[in-house]
């Protein structure tokens, strides 16, 4: 268990990482953007393969902050839509990268755009078959290995 909430973290990543019963409540992800690479190759790996099981999620945003070398692009054609809906865009794309956010909770519009957005990435985050399987892989093997040591 974790309680991250009201955190505010700079460009860190949770690749990799496990939360179970945690609290990621209003905690605030600012990513900086590079002049060398862009946006997305900057966050993609946030949450990557992230086992994220009933957390609160609820309020987590993602924040793009420009460092000094920075250049802005007048031509973006992402300007037209506000901060706040790229952004929630972006931590739908993010979250798609989990392994899984089973019993998690968050805000309704990341929910949405999670569906509408990854629809088939939705329901997998969603199933507790991925991440039951791999445990009773794991299971298994173990029991395997018990019994062998009770053989000698």
Request: neutral net charge; charged residues 25%; glycine residues 2%.
């Amino acid at each position: 268990y974790s309680d991250l909430s009201e955190s505010n973290i700079i460009n860190t990543t949770f690749e990799n990482a496990q939360f179970y019963w945690a609290n990621l409540a209003n905690m605030s992800i600012e990513l900086t953007v590079k002049k060398s690479y862009g946006v997305k190759d900057n966050v993609q790996n946030i949450f990557k393969n992230a086992e994220i099981l009933f957390t609160n999620l609820k309020g987590l945003t993602i924040t793009k902050v420009k460092d000094s070398n920075y250049k802005y692009n007048k031509n973006d054609n992402s300007s037209n839509k506000s901060d706040k809906q790229k952004n929630d865009l972006l931590l739908a794309s993010i979250l798609s990268k989990a392994k899984s956010l089973y019993g998690s909770q968050l805000d309704d519009n990341i929910i949405n755009l999670l569906r509408s957005e990854h629809p088939q990435r939705f329901e997998e985050l969603n199933s507790m078959s991925e991440i039951t399987s791999y445990k009773n892989n794991n299971m298994s093997y173990e029991n395997e290995n018990d019994s062998k040591k009770n053989n000698y």
